[in-house]
């Protein structure tokens, strides 16, 4: 099966519009979230491209979504313990892209709305980050005024993903909207 890899929030009453604009990209996906979308493409890179070429062409494809986040990584999970230990893992391949560097955590969740805490996982996987980049002797910092990068972490009922974006990522990308 697929993962998805792509989650998109559209705009008050343009979820369908973004639908239609959305499927020359990949498979777009309804979920059980109010405006909230998935889509699985084959080449996450190639997608932000051909994103940012279609938006500068066609202004209606940034009207109908609010928010466009593409996951670098992906994975299905089974409960709130399988969730934190795939995300610990996949956030720790991240570590050496945030050597010595300013960062944090964020997490945007839809699902185990009462089992699990955004702020708590965002706390846990920053010192996690922390201790990696300790025990590698390349310490860095956690801090929310202009970070270095932002590790976003997203749920999507039994899917998630995390992503890493570095400043210049984020300026270059407004779509992403991260905080």
Not at 91 to 100: H, I, K, N, P, V
């Amino acid at each position: 099966m697929t993962i998805p890899n792509v989650v998109v929030t559209t705009q008050p009453d343009e979820y369908r519009r973004a639908c239609q604009l959305l499927e020359r990209f990949g498979t777009v996906e309804p979920t059980d979230f109010f405006n909230v979308l998935v889509l699985t493409v084959a080449d996450i890179d190639q997608f932000i491209g051909d994103f940012c070429d279609r938006a500068a062409d066609d202004p209606r494809l940034l009207q109908a979504v609010s928010r466009v986040m593409p996951l670098q990584s992906a994975f299905y999970y089974d409960g709130v313990e399988d969730f934190e230990e795939k995300a610990r893992q996949s956030a720790l391949t991240y570590a050496d892209r945030l050597e010595g560097k300013a960062f944090h955590v964020r997490m945007h969740r839809r699902g185990l709305r009462h089992d699990l805490s955004s702020q708590s996982e965002e706390k846990t996987l920053d010192a996690l980050l922390m201790a990696e980049l300790e025990r590698r002797g390349t310490p860095g910092r956690i801090t929310f005024d202009d970070p270095d990068a932002i590790l976003v972490v997203e749920t999507v009922g039994t899917c998630a993903g995390i992503s890493l974006w570095d400043r210049d990522d984020l300026q270059r990308l407004p779509f992403l909207k991260t905080d």
